[in-house]
């Protein structure tokens, strides 16, 4: 943003108290509470006012002078209503001249200077530091509620992302995530230094709470998803093999406390369990899979087998080339060998299907014979 101010006012900025500024068309009290209440509205909203959106606020909607107003500012910095901060570092006045001097747009941001009680910072320093991560221990008040309120912000932003990913994949946690954004957007009401470690505070068993619910499902939703939705697209398959599946109680066992888990609105401290269970139950359907394969397979050969020994006969009854009769029995035999590598059951019965009717539309162009087999 094109810095509002010049080196040359900067220099005449004065440092103590407030200074009665003359040729405006407002009175004292009256001025003094349309600076303060912009500067309030932007720190509710966003933890800290930046100085150049506030004097660019002042100038453009109350055609204010920009030199008059940072003046003003720099008044209610000696009388304690408002304190500088560059970089998350509290700064005095004439360290703030002096960036401003150096560097008209520097990113100086101003904040209100109402404190809590030292116990109330305390405890809620306290349920900070006890989370994982942990936020760094610091004595300024200001500076701390501006990490606690990015850390919040992130957990909103976060939750909104689950939330909407819950909702339109169907994975769990729904139901907590939405209490979860409700307390962050109860926390963001008013981002204020005082307002924000006032209403942790009021809230510090809840939030304590939700910071742990948090890293579990934020472990769930980025680092679990693809296991979720492996389980999610074999269940089905489980499914059709249950009476097969439930022959072997530890089997069994595993299956439906697998699909308890799947089905529970919190699964989030039971992931790891989830992953044990799927594997055992999948070895246990893959297994009957295979056997299912093999008896698939085994029938479509004895389906090849007895069309062959129908067609054996048959041919040799007709004036056939002999050659065309033994194409026709080769690619029986090769189809009958190649059943034997196939993957899958479709596969199986689809080749197995193709190679008995071309065969016999075959035999019936040479020999008129339609065979039903």
Not at 19 to 29: H, P, T, Y
Not at 66 to 90: C, R, S, T, W
Request: net charge negative; with cysteine.
């Amino acid at each position: 943003m094109e810095s509002p101010l010049k080196k040359n006012w900067i220099k005449e900025i004065h440092i103590g108290p407030r200074q009665i500024l003359f040729g405006l068309e407002m009175d004292d009290v009256r001025l003094t509470d349309l600076v303060l209440s912009c500067i309030t509205r932007q720190c509710r909203t966003d933890g800290q006012a930046r100085l150049h959106n506030v004097l660019e606020e002042l100038t453009t909607e109350n055609k204010l002078q920009a030199f008059d107003m940072l003046q003003l500012i720099f008044g209610f910095v000696h009388e304690l209503k408002v304190g500088f901060y560059h970089d998350n570092q509290p700064m005095t006045a004439p360290e703030t001249k002096k960036a401003l001097i150096n560097d008209p747009g520097t990113d100086i941001r101003i904040i209100l200077n109402k404190q809590v009680p030292a116990s109330l910072f305390q405890a809620v320093q306290q349920v900070f530091q006890s989370m994982n991560p942990p936020l760094a221990e610091n004595r300024d008040q200001h500076a701390f509620a501006f990490a606690v309120l990015n850390r919040i912000r992130q957990w909103h932003t976060d939750l909104q992302t689950w939330y909407a990913r819950s909702l339109a994949d169907e994975y769990p946690g729904g139901g907590r995530i939405r209490e979860l954004l409700a307390l962050t957007a109860l926390l963001l009401e008013n981002q204020t230094a005082h307002a924000l470690l006032t209403n942790c505070y009021s809230q510090r068993v809840p939030l304590a709470a939700a910071a742990h619910d948090l890293q579990k499902i934020t472990d769930f939703y980025t680092k679990d998803l693809a296991f979720w939705d492996q389980v999610k697209q074999a269940l089905p398959g489980f499914r059709e093999n249950l009476g097969d599946i439930e022959k072997n109680p530890e089997d069994a066992a595993a299956y439906h406390e697998l699909t308890e888990i799947f089905t529970a609105s919190d699964p989030f401290d039971r992931i790891s369990k989830a992953r044990d269970l799927f594997n055992t139950v999948s070895t246990c359907h893959q297994q009957i899979e295979a056997l299912k394969l093999e008896a698939c397979r085994q029938q479509a050969r004895e389906q090849i087998d007895s069309l062959i020994r129908e067609l054996t006969p048959q041919l040799s009854a007709h004036p056939i080339d002999p050659d065309t009769q033994n194409a026709i029995l080769l690619t029986l035999r090769r189809t009958r060998k190649k059943i034997s590598g196939l993957p899958d059951i479709a596969q199986v019965n689809q080749v197995c299907r193709d190679i008995i009717d071309l065969t016999l539309d075959q035999v019936a162009e040479l020999t008129g014979i339609d065979l039903d087999i």
